[in-house]
Nanobody, 111 residues
Framework: QKQLVESGGGLVQPGGSLRLSCAASGFDFNSYPVDWYRQAPGKQREAVASMSTSGARGYADFVKGRFTISRDSTLNLVYLQMNSLKSEDSAVYYC?????WGQGTLVTVSS
């Protein structure tokens, strides 16, 4: 059974950092690109970062230079390191592989 489980969200002050994790199970992990999306209240879900099977990374303009996506193919984990967080980064963050989504983890950036 394919499953994605995100963790690592929470409340952080502006300028702070968080690292999100996504545990993937049931996948041939090395065969899929991985993506992070986010959805703020009242807004559409938007792509944040992606990483191909070859390790190529892509980022939305609004997170470039602040967020880093990585993957551990040994442990079937996907990470999103988020630095210099802003209030507008507050959202539920989702991991995506193929057509599967996790339940999301809430990130709140507030003083």
């Amino acid at each position: 059974q394919k499953q994605l489980v995100e963790s690592g969200g929470g409340l952080v002050q502006p300028g702070g950092s968080l690292r999100l994790s996504c545990a993937a199970s049931g996948f041939d992990f090395n065969s899929y690109p991985v993506d992070w999306y986010r959805q703020a209240p009242g807004k559409q879900r938007e792509a944040v970062a992606s990483m191909s099977t070859s390790g190529a990374r892509g980022y939305a303009d609004f997170v470039k230079g602040r967020f880093t996506i990585s993957r551990d193919s040994t442990l079937n984990l996907v990470y999103l390191q988020m630095n210099s967080l802003k209030s507008e980064d507050s959202a539920v963050y989702y991991c995506n592989i193929d057509t599967f989504w996790g339940q999301g983890t809430l990130v709140t950036v507030s003083s």
